[in-house]
């Protein structure tokens, strides 16, 4: 068989929510490949890295947690990035 022939099976998305200064923000992260790359998406932006030793999730979470800090302005929270936020996308 060919290996156009073969199925290739799909990544499990998982849910992601981290605390940043007492809000919360979710995200969804998933692992494919070997070696195994987490990667992380969210309206704050996307990111993948290499799983290492350490769970995915907690590599998920770290992500999410940068990519957060990355959007926030000093001192508040932009309304457009509030997990609550009918509409969470950056503008």
Not at 4 to 26: A, D, Y
């Amino acid at each position: 068989m060919s290996k156009r022939g073969k199925s290739k099976r799909l990544p499990t998305i998982n849910q992601i929510s981290v605390e940043v200064e007492g809000q919360t923000f979710s995200g969804t992260y998933y692992v494919e490949g070997d070696p195994p790359i987490v990667t992380v998406n969210s309206p704050y932006g996307s990111h993948s890295t290499q799983k290492g030793n350490s769970p995915a999730e907690t590599i998920a979470g770290m992500m999410l947690g940068q990519m957060v800090r990355s959007w926030r302005q000093p001192g508040r929270v932009r309304e457009d990035l509030r997990k609550n936020d009918s509409d969470p996308g950056p503008e």
